[in-house]
């Protein structure tokens, strides 16, 4: 199939300093898309700005915020607004882990979590989808998880549920969305090297894990592209974690949650 380009078209990527966030941005510039990076490190949104207009001649502007801020997409529309550009493309990357039990957290935490994990990207869909359907066309891939499909596992109590909601949501986007020129995508990668096993303390378990079972970020965003434009609306990257979603969906319930409770400890921060 054709790579497909994205010459001049104004790309927005959150959670785009590191991990899958910065692959999007990397793989994007490289099909000409003009980039609005998010993240809360900014050094490092510049950083990457400048390697991407060195090596593809693309736009960027980078914008430090925390989506767990209730103003911080409000603050993003009214910027970008202000400089005249119309976002064709909404990578919704940027994201968390909470481990342990939900119990063992403060309400505060949880409810910035469900901000960042569901809410925020919910709200950047809502603003952008009028002027992608006004131009007729659009593309939205959100960035759920491997754990959105398998069943819910005690510890980060709420990750599986809030990348469940993400793929249901991208699931009705699409539908509504597809005559108008607009392709939706979840994309649920499994175990991806990055940043994201540090920050949510579970490193000492990823590294118990073997080889074979991690992708690159680079090849997770190279297989959400590619896929969305042939149209998938839902799609697990990487053949170990298909072939994990495809076992899991046969099994039953029953069998599928006691696998679950059998393995979570290997994968799961516990109490």
């Known amino acids: 199939m054709k790579t497909q380009t994205y010459s001049g078209r104004w790309a927005l990527v959150t959670g ?153 949501f991208s699931q009705s986007l699409a539908l509504e969305n597809r005559p108008h020129g607009i392709a939706v995508q979840a994309l649920c990668p499994g175990f991806t090297w990055s940043e994201f096993h540090d920050i949510s303390g579970a490193r000492h378990l990823m590294n118990r894990l073997p080889r074979f079972m991690f992708q690159t970020s680079e090849s997770v965003a190279e297989e959400g592209l590619r896929l969305l434009e042939a149209g998938r609306i839902v799609h697990v990257s990487g053949a170990v974690n298909r072939l994990i979603a495809f076992v899991i969906k046969h099994l039953p319930d029953r069998l599928a949650l006691w696998l679950i409770v059998k393995r979570s400890k290997d994968f799961r921060v516990q109490d």
């Not at 994990?117 to 659009?138: C, D, S, V, Y």
Request: aromatic residues 6%; contains cysteine; positive net charge.
């Open 16 to 168: 785009a300093s590191s991990g899958i966030g910065e692959a999007f941005a990397r793989e994007l510039a490289a099909r000409g898309a003009n980039l609005i990076m998010m993240a809360r490190r900014l050094d490092r949104l510049h950083n990457l700005a400048g390697d991407l207009t060195a090596q593809h001649g693309v736009q960027t502007l980078c914008i430090e915020a925390d989506l767990g801020d209730p103003a911080a997409v409000a603050d993003l529309m009214a910027r970008t607004g202000a400089a005249g550009i119309e976002i064709d493309m909404l990578i919704n990357n940027a994201g968390y882990g909470m481990p342990g039990h939900f119990h063992r957290h403060q309400w505060a935490a949880h409810a910035r979590f469900l901000r960042v994990m569901i809410e925020a990207p919910t709200e950047l869909a809502h603003h952008l989808l009028p002027g992608m359907r006004r131009r007729g066309w659009g593309r939205i891939i959100n960035v759920a998880s491997l754990a959105g499909i398998i069943p819910g596992s005690a510890g980060n109590t709420l990750y599986g549920a809030s990348k469940a909601y993400m793929i249901k």
